[in-house]
C-alpha cells in the first residue's frame, strides 16, 4: 500500500469554502503566521475575559494550567468557545444569545478543560506537564 505523503500545508479556507472569507475559522485549520496571530487574539480573549470573569478557583478536582496554550485541546475548545461567544454576543446576536452561550458552550466546555482527567491534570502552578495521548498502531 502506497502512503501519499502532503508536503504542503493544506489550503485554508473559511466556514462557507471561500477562500478570501472574512468569516473566523477553526484554529486548527491554520498554520505559521496566521495560527500564531489568531492564537494571539485568542490569547487575549482567554486571559483578559473569559479567565477573570469565569476561571474559578484552582483544585485538584478542576485543574488549570496558565499555560493553556501548550495544550492543543484547550486551544480548540477555546478557540470554539470564542467564536461562540462572537457569534452570541455580537451586534447582531438576539438579546438572548449570552444566555443561549453560557447555557450551551461555557460550561460544557469548562467542564471538559478542568475535569481531573482532562487536558490540564498533572499541571500545577508554574509547572506545565504534556500530556500523554493514547498511542495508535499504525
Known amino acids: 500500500m502506497t ?3 502532503q508536503e504542503t500545508e493544506p489550503q485554508v479556507t ?3 469554502g471561500d ?5 473566523p475559522f477553526f484554529i486548527l485549520y491554520l498554520f505559521g503566521r496566521e495560527y500564531q496571530e489568531e492564537l494571539e487574539r485568542l490569547t487575549t480573549w482567554v486571559n483578559n475575559l473569559l479567565i477573570p470573569v469565569y476561571g474559578r478557583e484552582v483544585t485538584s478536582s478542576s485543574p488549570w494550567c496558565p499555560d493553556w496554550a501548550l495544550h492543543q485541546e484547550a486551544v480548540a475548545q477555546f478557540h470554539g468557545l470564542w467564536l461562540a461567544w462572537q457569534d452570541n454576543t455580537g ?9 443561549q ?5 461555557l460550561g460544557p ?13 498533572g499541571c500545577r502552578r508554574g509547572s506545565h506537564r504534556e500530556k500523554e495521548v493514547p498511542f495508535v498502531n499504525d
Do not use: T, Y
Open 109 to 121: 466546555v469548562m467542564q471538559s478543560l478542568r475535569d481531573p482527567s482532562g487536558p490540564f491534570a
Open 14 to 16: 473559511g466556514p462557507s
Open 101 to 105: 452561550w453560557h447555557r450551551d458552550f
Open 19 to 23: 477562500q478570501e472569507s472574512d468569516e
Open 91 to 99: 451586534p447582531k446576536a438576539p438579546m438572548s444569545g449570552p444566555a
Open 3 to 5: 502512503q501519499v505523503v
